[in-house]
Structures are given as structure tokens and as C-alpha cells.
């Protein structure tokens, strides 16, 4: 991997698109670590160190996460909005990736500060080029304030 290594957190419930994500990282090698969670509950425990999720050797702190909309027990937007507003971890970059193109979801998602708002294509090779761009982007190019 280029850089230093980085932890992706990713929140998706359909286990077809985090395998298309996963895979498509570890191809270009973008991560050394992709964990991943199915609901909003989760993701909220992960990040807040709860339960399962209390042991950071296990479970690093991740340097960004890719979050998922419409998600079964707390809504993505929900787990956006609690991300921000904790601080502890309101720098920590959220990507939205959801096949939600809805104005409402966009502009709520700016309101609780995403930083970045993408639309899954549904095809197989779009979806696999927007993966290589924004591991690309987000892990490459982007400067973080930990590095």
C-alpha cells in the first residue's frame, strides 16, 4: 500500500456490495484493513467502543468510513448526525455511498457534515471504477490532520 496503513470502516448492509468494495480495495491495495458492519447499531458501537466492539486491537480506530444510507436498526443518517456531533470524532471523514440520488437525502447528509456524497452505480464496472477513485482520492490524495 502507498502511504501509511489506513482502516476503512464500512457500513453496509447488502453483503454484495461490501464484497464488490472490499475487493476492489484490496486489489489496489488501498487499505491494510477494511472492517466492516451490517446495521447502524454497529457501527455506532464500533466507533463508540461498545460492547463486542470495546477492544481496539481487534477493532481499530478507523481513519475514515464509508457509511450506507438506508440501514437496518439506525438509520445512516442517524449514525452520520452522531459521528458529527461527538467530539471525539467529528474530524473523522464520512463518504455517503448509497444508491439514494434523493435531494432530501443529499442535502440532509450535507446539513450533518458528510464529506462526501456518492451515488452506487448499479452497474458492475461503474461501481468498480468509482471504487478505484475513491480509494484513489480519499486514501492517497486526501491529507488527513493524523498525518
Keep these: 500500500m502507498i502511504g501509511d496503513p489506513l482502516t476503512i470502516l464500512l457500513v453496509e448492509d447488502n453483503n454484495a456490495h461490501a464484497e464488490l468494495v472490499k475487493r476492489s480495495f484490496e486489489q489496489h491495495r488501498v487499505a491494510n484493513q477494511v472492517q466492516h458492519v451490517v446495521d447502524g447499531q454497529q457501527a455506532l458501537d464500533y466507533l463508540f467502543r461498545n460492547g463486542d466492539y ?4 481487534k477493532y481499530p480506530d478507523p ?3 464509508l457509511l450506507d444510507l438506508r440501514l437496518p436498526k439506525v438509520d445512516g443518517l442517524e449514525v452520520l448526525k452522531q459521528i458529527k456531533s461527538a467530539d471525539q470524532l467529528h474530524n473523522l471523514p464520512v463518504i455517503i455511498l448509497t444508491t439514494s440520488s434523493a435531494e432530501q437525502d443529499i442535502a440532509k447528509a450535507y446539513d450533518y457534515n458528510a ?5 452506487k452505480p448499479m452497474d458492475y464496472d461503474k461501481f468498480t471504477s468509482l471504487m478505484d477513485d475513491l480509494g484513489f ?3 492517497l490524495w486526501n491529507e488527513y490532520p493524523w498525518k
Design 137 to 139: 482520492y480519499w486514501m
Design 63 to 65: 481513519h475514515i468510513v
Design 115 to 119: 464529506n462526501s456524497y456518492v451515488v
Design 54 to 57: 470495546a477492544d481496539i486491537n
